[in-house]
C-alpha cells in the first residue's frame, strides 16, 4: 500500500438511529480530537458524518490504531489525496494502482462525485482514469468490474480528491454512554478491565469501583487500579470517574468473626451493597464484575447465586462463559495485562482462608451477617468515605514540571 | 572563554539542573521501598522511562538506565555476546568504534569469542560490503556507532539494520551516543536491537546513560542484585539524575531539527574559514551535509601535521578557546589515531588530528574567532 495521506473516516450512520445521533456522532468526533492532539501536524474536518483527517506526516498505523478505540465507528479508509486535475487524479490513481500489494491483476475504478461542477461526470471520469491506468499497466491489468482484486474508489470533494481501496471496519459496537450507565468492579486483576471494555463496547459509560485495605494492601495496588482505569479511558472522549472505597474497617472485622471458608462470599456480598449504593449516588442502572463461571471459589454458581442474592440492580457479567486464555489475549490487546500481572495484594488476595467455601448456604451467611450488627453502620461508612478520583487518558501528573 | 568541546561533554542544561537539584532535594526515597517516598520515587523513574521512550519511540520497558553511555556499550555487548554465546561465537565491530566498544570486544576475545573488526574506506566510513563479507553463520552480534566521535563520519546504520533484518539470529547494536540529538534516531532505533545513549552528550547531567534493549532480546546482566532495572542493572536507581536525563532527551529531541540546521551553518562558516589556513588539512570536505551517507553536524575535523596537536591545545587554551584532540577518553596518549590510520591516513597526519566541536548556541562570530585564533596560533608556533 502506498502511504496513506489521509484518513476517511465514517461514523456510526448504521448503527444509531433516533434522535441521540447527532449527540453521540458528537462524542465520537471528541474522542477523534483527543486522539489527534497527539500529532499536532495531523488536522481534521468534519462533513456529513464523515471525518477526514489529513495526515501530513504523521504515521498512519499509530492513528489507525486510535480510531479502533473509538466504539460505535463504522469504517475507516487509508486514502492518498489529488488536486481537483484530471491530469493529477491520474497520475496519483497509477502511483496507487502500482503500489499496491500484493500485485492486482484485475481492478475497476468507482467514482463518487460529491463536487458535481467538476467537469466529467463519475461514469466518464471511472472510463478516462481506468483507461489512463490500463496504457500504464501495459497489459498486465484488466478491468473486471464484478470481482476485482483491487477496487480503486474516487471520492471528488469541493475542495480535493481522495483515493482509497479498503475500507476498514471499525471495533463495533456502540458509542460509549449511548446505553447507559454501569459501576465496574475493579480489583487490579486480569478480568475486570476485560469486562469493563466489553461494556463500554457495548455503549455503557463505565465508573470504576475499587476496594482497598490499606496498610494491608499498598498503594502500589491503587497505583495499579489507576493505571488500568488510564488505560480504559482511552477508549472515551472525557475521563473515568473511579471510586475508591476503603474496605480495611469491614474486612478486618469480617475476618475477625470466624467465618473462615465463607469469608470470601461475606466479603463480596458487602463489597455489592456497597455499590449497589454508590450506583444509586451516580445514577448508574447496573454492576459489572469480571467474574467468569467456575474460575475461582467465588465463581461457582452457587457462589455467584448467594452473592449476588438480595442486590436489585442487574449485575452484568460480560466474561462469564470466557475461557481463562481468551480473557488473557484480550487483556493483552487492550494493554492492560501487563498492568495486571504485578504483584501487589489487593483486597481480594488477603486473608484468602485455605478452603473458601465453593458451595456456600444463603441461609447460614443471611444468618452470619444479621449477627455482624456493626455491618450496616460500617459499609454506610464506607460509601460516605469513598474517594472519586478522575481518570484521564493523559497521566495529569503532579511531576510534570520536572520533565 | 570559548568552549569548543562538545563531543567530549556539554555544560548541564540550567532548567535540567533545576529539576536534578529539586528532585535530589525533595524526592530521596528509594524507589524500592514500600513507603511513600518510595512510590514517588518509583513514579518519577516510571515516567524519567516513559519520556525517554518517547523521544525513541520505544516502549518504556524497552529503556534501561545506566551510570554511563559506556557502561550501556558494556551491558549491550557483553551482555548480549554472554547470553547468546550458545547460539555462536562471532562477532563483529568496527575500528572506528569508541573505547567503551573497541575494549568490550577486546575483552570477548580474550574470553575465547572470535570478532571481526571492519575496515573504513577513506572517509571513514563503514563499507556495506564488508559486513556482508564479514557475517557468518554463527555471527551473534553486529555492533556500529552511528556517529564517529573523533571525526563525525555517520555511518550506514539504517542500510546494514536492513540487512541484518533478514538474519533474525545476529543483533544489531548501534553506539547513538554522539548521534542523539543530531540525527534522527527514533528511525533508526525501529531497526535496532540494542542502542546507545549518554545524557551529557546533549546537555543532560554526567553519570547516567540509557539502553534501549527490544522487548525481545535477552542480556546477561553485568551487575547483579536487587533486580532493578528488568534485573538486567541492578543497584539503586539514581532518580534525580535519571529524571534530569529524561528532560535533556526531551528537550533534545523537540529541538533536534532546528538545532541540526544551525550546527550545519556553523560548520559551513568554520570549514569556509579553516580552509584558508596554510597547514591545515580539513578531514571531513569543505562541502557536508547532515544527510545519512554525510557528516555529522556537530563538529569539525582536522590535521595540522608537523604540529604537535596538545600543544596546539594549550596555545589555544591560552587564549580562551577549548577543543579537544579527539576522543576526550583517549586524547592523553601520544600515539597517532586508530580512526585515522585505518582511514589510511599517514602516520604523521594520523597523530595530528584536531577536533572542534560546538553547540547551537554558539554563533558564527564564534566560528570565525575560533578559526583566526589557529591561524595565529599556528603560524605563531611554526616561527618558534
Known amino acids: 500500500m502506498q502511504h496513506p495521506e489521509a484518513i476517511i473516516v465514517r461514523l456510526g450512520e448504521l448503527t444509531l438511529k433516533g434522535r441521540n445521533r447527532r449527540r453521540f456522532e458528537r462524542r465520537m468526533m471528541e474522542q477523534i480530537a483527543n486522539l489527534i492532539q497527539h500529532y499536532p501536524k495531523a488536522t481534521l474536518r468534519e462533513e456529513f458524518g464523515r471525518v477526514y483527517i489529513i495526515l501530513n506526516g504523521e504515521p498512519y498505523a499509530e492513528l489507525a490504531a486510535g480510531l479502533n478505540r473509538v466504539f460505535g465507528l463504522s469504517s475507516y479508509s487509508p486514502a492518498v489525496k489529488a488536486r481537483l486535475d484530471l491530469e493529477d487524479i491520474r497520475r496519483r490513481a497509477i502511483e496507487w494502482v502500482r503500489g499496491a500489494e500484493p500485485a492486482p491483476r484485475t481492478f475497476k475504478v468507482s467514482v463518487k462525485r460529491a463536487n458535481k461542477a467538476f467537469p466529467h461526470n463519475s461514469h466518464e471520469l471511472a472510463h478516462l482514469i481506468g483507461g489512463a491506468i490500463l496504457r500504464q499497466a501495459e497489459g498486465t491489468l484488466q478491468v473486471d468490474v464484478h470481482q476485482p482484486e483491487l477496487e480503486l474508489r474516487i471520492d471528488i470533494r469541493q475542495h480535493e480528491v481522495y483515493l482509497f481501496s479498503e475500507i476498514l471496519p471499525g471495533t463495533g459496537g456502540y458509542p460509549v454512554g449511548s446505553n447507559g450507565k454501569a459501576l465496574l468492579m475493579l480489583s487490579g486483576g486480569i478480568d475486570s478491565p476485560v469486562a469493563g471494555w466489553h461494556s463500554m463496547r457495548r455503549g455503557l459509560e463505565i465508573e470504576g469501583v475499587h476496594f482497598h485495605s490499606y496498610p494491608y494492601t499498598s498503594e502500589r495496588a491503587q497505583q495499579k487500579v489507576i493505571d488500568l482505569t488510564r488505560k480504559l479511558a482511552r477508549y472515551t472522549p472525557d475521563r473515568i470517574v473511579l471510586h475508591m472505597v476503603p474496605f480495611t474497617e469491614i474486612q478486618t472485622r469480617l475476618n475477625q468473626s470466624n467465618c473462615e471458608n465463607l469469608l470470601i462470599t461475606l466479603m463480596r456480598r458487602s463489597m455489592l451493597r456497597i455499590a449497589e449504593q454508590l450506583a444509586s449516588g451516580r445514577k448508574a442502572n447496573a454492576l459489572v464484575t469480571g467474574e467468569s463461571l467456575g474460575q475461582v471459589a467465588s465463581q461457582t454458581l452457587t457462589s455467584m447465586q448467594v452473592i449476588g442474592d438480595g442486590i436489585r440492580l442487574p449485575i452484568l457479567r460480560p466474561l462469564v462463559m470466557m475461557d481463562k486464555q481468551e480473557i488473557i489475549g484480550q487483556a493483552q490487546a487492550i494493554d492492560t495485562y501487563d498492568i495486571s500481572i504485578l504483584p501487589y495484594e489487593d483486597c481480594c488476595t488477603l486473608f484468602v482462608p485455605k478452603s473458601p467455601a465453593t458451595n456456600p448456604n444463603l441461609k447460614v451467611v443471611e444468618r452470619m451477617e444479621k449477627s455482624f450488627f456493626f455491618l450496616p453502620e460500617l459499609e454506610q461508612q464506607a460509601v460516605e468515605q469513598t474517594e472519586a478520583l478522575y481518570i484521564r487518558e493523559q497521566e495529569e501528573d503532579k511531576f510534570d514540571e520536572y520533565f | ?384
Not at chain 2, 572563554?1 to 528532585?23: F, G, K, W
Not at chain 2, 525513541?56 to 554511563?68: H, M, Q, R
Not at chain 2, 563520519?153 to 539494520?161: F, H, L
Not at chain 2, 577549548?322 to 583517549?330: H, K, L, N, P
Open chain 2, 1 to 384: 572563554m570559548l568552549y569548543l568541546d562538545y563531543c567530549a561533554t556539554s555544560p548541564v542544561r540550567p532548567e535540567v539542573i533545576q529539576t536534578v537539584t529539586d528532585v535530589m532535594t525533595r524526592h530521596y526515597g528509594n524507589p524500592s521501598s514500600l513507603h511513600r517516598l518510595g512510590k514517588e520515587a518509583e513514579e518519577l523513574v516510571t515516567k524519567a522511562r516513559t519520556v525517554v521512550a518517547r523521544t525513541l519511540g520505544c516502549k518504556p520497558s524497552e529503556v534501561l538506565f545506566t551510570g554511563s553511555g559506556s557502561e550501556a556499550n558494556n551491558l549491550a555487548i557483553k551482555g548480549a555476546a554472554l547470553a547468546y554465546r550458545k547460539r555462536g561465537n562471532h562477532l563483529i565491530t568496527s575500528v572506528l568504534e569508541h573505547a567503551s566498544v573497541y575494549e568490550a570486544y577486546r575483552q570477548l576475545e580474550d574470553l575465547g569469542f572470535d570478532v571481526t573488526y571492519l575496515p573504513v574506506d577513506s572517509t571513514g566510513q563503514v563499507r556495506l560490503a564488508d559486513v556482508e563479507a564479514a557475517l557468518r553463520e554463527d555471527t551473534i552480534l553486529v555492533s556500529l556507532m552511528y556517529v564517529n566521535n573523533e571525526m563525525g563520519r555517520v555511518q550506514p546504520v539504517e542500510a546494514i539494520a536492513e540487512l541484518l533484518k533478514k538474519r533474525p539470529k545476529t543483533l544489531f547494536h548501534i553506539d547513538a551516543i554522539q548521534a542523539f540529538g543530531k540525527l534522527d534516531c527514533k528511525r533508526v532505533v525501529r531497526n535496532a536491537d540494542l542502542l546507545t545513549l549518554s545524557a551529557h552528550k546533549f546537555g543532560g547531567p554526567k553519570g547516567v546513560g540509557a539502553l534501549y534493549c527490544r522487548e525481545e532480546v535477552a542480556l546477561l546482566p553485568l551487575v547483579s542484585g536487587g533486580g532493578q532495572e528488568r534485573g538486567l542493572r541492578s543497584g539503586t536507581e539514581n532518580v534525580p539524575l535519571l529524571v534530569g536525563m529524561a528532560k535533556a532527551c526531551r528537550l533534545a529531541e523537540e529541538e533536534r531539527e532546528q538545532v541540526a540546521a544551525k550546527l550545519l551553518t556553523l560548520r559551513k562558516r568554520l570549514t569556509d574559514q579553516l580552509a584558508l589556513i596554510p597547514g591545515v588539512h580539513l578531514t571531513t570536505p569543505a562541502e557536508m551535509t547532515a544527510e545519512d551517507e554525510g557528516y555529522a553536524p556537530q563538529l569539525v575535523h582536522l590535521t595540522a601535521p608537523g604540529f604537535r596537536p596538545e600543544v596546539v591545545i594549550h596555545a589555544l587554551e591560552k587564549r580562551g578557546i577549548f577543543i579537544s584532540t579527539r576522543s576526550a577518553c583517549s586524547s592523553d596518549q601520544v600515539e597517532p589515531s586508530r580512526v585515522l590510520l585505518a582511514m589510511g591516513f599517514p602516520r604523521e597526519r594520523a597523530a595530528a588530528g584536531l577536533r572542534i566541536s560546538y553547540s547551537a548556541d554558539q554563533s558564527l562570530e564564534d566560528m570565525d574567532r575560533m578559526a583566526q585564533e589557529l591561524g595565529a596560533v599556528l603560524s605563531m608556533l611554526e616561527q618558534a
